[in-house]
């Protein structure tokens, strides 16, 4: 049997006259277009849920202000700071009860911290990835100027792997303040994914 012969017979068609065939071709072939739509529309469903997935994975933001505390430290060791009050926490990396922000996703991420204390004390914040310091902002005493409060500020733009941690770390026997007026920050976000 020839193939062309093996293809009309498996056509759900009657085809009798060579006149007839064209029309029993292309009547034979719309359950076949029919299903290879269906599996089209499925696979573009697919598609689009992991598309979908795959942007709510990479929707990474935060900013957290430490709170209406006052001056926290001095203490004997460093300690890292627990920003408690959150402005936004998209794909909720930054842990509100530790203070860390944890990678989801690797990628290329911007982070940025400030600090404001009372002139009179030393303030020294430092921004740790995985416990190294990687950048920081650091002010002396002014013990001649009275009483003045500062405001510093400082970022960096990181590569970290998934799992990497992120932290703001008050150094010991130092001083940082904030109160109602939002003045002591750690803020970061996904820049973008590797």
Request: aromatic content about 8%.
């Amino acid at each position: 049997m020839s193939e062309a012969q093996k293809k009309q017979k498996s056509l759900p068609v009657e085809c009798g006259s060579a006149g007839n065939q064209q029309s029993c071709l292309i009547t034979g072939l719309y359950p076949l277009l029919a299903e290879m739509s269906s599996t089209l529309q499925s696979l573009k469903a697919s598609m689009d849920q992991e598309q979908f997935r795959r942007k709510e994975e990479h929707n990474i933001a935060f900013s957290a202000a430490l709170g209406n505390r006052g001056d926290v430290g001095p203490f004997n060791t460093d300690v890292t700071l627990v920003y408690q009050r959150v402005f936004l926490n998209a794909g909720s990396c930054y842990n509100t009860a530790t203070g860390i922000f944890t990678a989801s996703v690797k990628g290329v991420y911007f982070f940025s911290l400030s600090g404001h204390n009372k002139s009179t004390r030393i303030m020294a914040l430092r921004l740790d990835k995985n416990g190294v310091s990687m950048t920081g902002v650091f002010n002396a005493p002014l013990t001649d100027a009275g009483i003045r409060y500062e405001s510093l500020s400082n970022s960096i733009t990181v590569m970290l792997e998934k799992g990497d941690q992120v932290s703001v770390r008050l150094q010991a026997n130092t001083w940082v303040f904030d109160n109602d007026d939002i003045l002591t920050l750690f803020t970061g976000h996904l820049v973008f994914p590797l």
